[in-house]
């Protein structure tokens, strides 16, 4: 039995929202029972207890779009002209290093992502890979990375056209044997998707193989939606149909499928999505850094789409996420009222339900019989705290480096800012020598 308690506890659960002073009791990889810290103390006096010391009790963050593969992107100065559009972005940018790749930087690159998502307490990621010259065994590296951090995570082999016919094929078998892998696994910490590119990187060809190879199993697809207008246009030009339309076509919308992006998508798309059940991921940072637009979250939620919030793999930081995508809201619309509802929404509950297509756990809240995902903040509030207010002082008053206790699915990752499971030293210092060689193969 572990006891985490004297903090104010912030459950994310309607009935009881908020215990000033709170504590939650985790019994192997689930939370067993919340209440007050003097409350469960008494009950169990015999239990470990981890001390929040009056910060901040929260679920742990879910991340529902990443790309560990990019973290060797930092620092880094591509050849060539900077990019002057989204397309030179790809080109000059991400098609050169997911090339550069092999399946020990992969693992690598991978490993630092996942000591920073410890740091900034996220504990359930949906990650969407690509390595054209390491396909074959590159999501196993990852699985082997995240289980080593103790991290849930989705997995998925990034399938396109853009490097030939034989490498797009490679990248099916490798999503259908990882998803086959992970079933038989039967691990509640590790699942696969389908993964895709984009439609403009697709032919009809490749989606229909793809189509064909994920006949008799459900567990989705994951691919990047109408991110720049050259994405819909191309669309249009070459199949007479919008994205959406011919995703919808060949069988790749559907409940456990995650549309990331979707900024240039259209109402009648739109309907499609919430009329297949599709989720839909935001991912801020990315498109402001890629200047692609914004996507029109405040009306996909009001036309009742499920849209999640993402990262692109820009960073780990859940709550800058959450920050900048309200920032996001309101500069695009026009209106400093929008956001406020709508991206706790994404991040606290959307994020949530879309994880939980992926793995057999309950995810979101600090409740009896969820997954005992928990993190302690170092959070003290200059002014009153309550279940009214608690998203305006994590918007304006915290980050991901206010974590000082990360617990996944029962187990402690990180406790007083000390990792217990990895050595972050290590793992960096082989990062440097992997992400230098990388560099001199772009």
């Known amino acids: 039995m572990l006891l985490v308690g004297n903090g104010k506890l912030i459950t994310r659960d309607p009935d009881l929202p908020f215990i000033p002073d709170g504590c939650a009791a985790v019994r192997g990889s689930a939370i067993f029972m919340v209440g007050t810290t003097s409350e469960l103390r008494t009950k169990y006096p015999e239990a470990e207890f981890i001390d929040a010391k009056g910060g901040l009790i929260m679920p742990g963050f879910i991340n529902s779009h990443m790309h560990f593969y990019s973290t060797f992107s930092r620092?880094?100065?591509?050849?060539?002209?900077?990019?002057?559009?989204?397309?030179?972005?790809?080109?000059?940018?991400?098609?050169k290093l997911d090339k550069a790749l092999t399946l020990k930087d992969i693992y690598y690159s991978a490993m630092t992502s996942l000591v920073d998502?410890?740091?900034?307490?996220?504990?359930?990621?949906?990650?969407?890979?690509?390595?054209?010259?390491?396909?074959?065994?590159?999501?196993?590296?990852?699985a082997k990375a995240t289980r080593e951090a103790g991290i849930r995570?989705?997995?998925?082999?990034?399938?396109?056209?853009?490097?030939?016919?034989?490498?797009?094929?490679?990248?099916?078998?490798?999503n259908i044997s990882f998803i086959d892998w992970a079933e038989e696994q039967n691990d509640p910490m590790i699942s696969g998707k389908f993964g895709l590119h984009a439609s403009f990187t697709l032919s009809d060809l490749t989606l229909e193989k793809c189509a064909e190879a994920m006949e008799g199993r459900n567990t989705g697809f994951h691919v990047h939606v109408a991110e720049g207008p050259e994405d819909e246009k191309d669309s249009v030009a070459k199949y007479g149909k919008r994205i959406v339309e011919r995703f919808r076509d060949h069988g790749i919308t559907g409940e456990n499928s995650v549309?990331?992006?979707?900024?240039?998508?259209?109402?009648?798309?739109?309907?499609?999505?919430?009329?297949?059940n599709t989720a839909v991921v935001h991912n801020p940072e990315s498109n402001m850094g890629n200047a692609v637009g914004s996507a029109s979250v405040r009306e996909?939620?009001?036309?009742?789409?499920?849209?999640?919030?993402?990262?692109?793999?820009?960073?780990?930081?859940?709550i800058q996420s959450y920050r900048l995508g309200n920032a996001l809201c309101?500069?695009?619309?026009?209106?400093?009222?929008?956001?406020?509802?709508?991206l706790?929404?994404?991040?606290?509950?959307?994020?949530?339900?879309?994880?939980?297509?992926?793995?057999?756990?309950?995810?979101?809240?600090?409740?009896?019989?969820?997954?005992?995902?928990?993190?302690?903040?170092d959070y003290i509030p200059p002014t009153a705290i309550s279940e009214?207010?608690?998203?305006?002082?994590?918007?304006?008053?915290?980050?991901?480096?206010?974590?000082?206790?990360?617990?996944?699915?029962?187990?402690?990752?990180?406790?007083?800012?000390?990792?217990?499971?990895?050595?972050?030293?290590?793992?960096?210092?082989?990062?440097?020598?992997?992400?230098?060689?990388?560099?001199?193969?772009?």
């Open 300 to 318: 996909m939620i009001k036309e009742g789409l499920l849209v999640g919030l993402g990262t692109d793999g820009y960073l780990c930081d859940m």
């Open 75 to 95: 620092g880094m100065i591509p050849p060539g002209e900077p990019a002057k559009d989204f397309s030179q972005v790809l080109e000059r940018l991400w098609w």
């Open 344 to 377: 706790p929404q994404m991040l606290f509950v959307n994020n949530a339900e879309i994880a939980e297509r992926c793995f057999p756990v309950r995810l979101g809240m600090i409740k009896e019989g969820y997954a005992a995902d928990i993190i302690i903040m």
């Open 388 to 442: 009214k207010n608690i998203n305006g002082h994590l918007l304006f008053g915290s980050s991901g480096r206010n974590v000082v206790t990360t617990i996944a699915n029962g187990k402690v990752l990180m406790k007083d800012r000390k990792l217990t499971e990895l050595d972050r030293e290590r793992i960096f210092a082989k990062a440097r020598e992997c992400s230098k060689e990388v560099w001199k193969r772009l």
């Open 153 to 174: 995570a989705s997995l998925c082999y990034e399938v396109s056209d853009r490097d030939g016919q034989k490498t797009a094929y490679e990248g099916i078998r490798e």
């Open 117 to 142: 998502c410890i740091k900034c307490g996220c504990t359930t990621v949906i990650d969407h890979h690509a390595s054209p010259t390491a396909v074959t065994g590159s999501l196993c590296e990852i």
């Open 259 to 276: 549309f990331v992006h979707c900024i240039h998508t259209d109402e009648s798309e739109r309907d499609i999505i919430r009329e297949t």
């Open 330 to 342: 309101k500069h695009s619309s026009g209106d400093p009222g929008a956001g406020w509802g709508e």
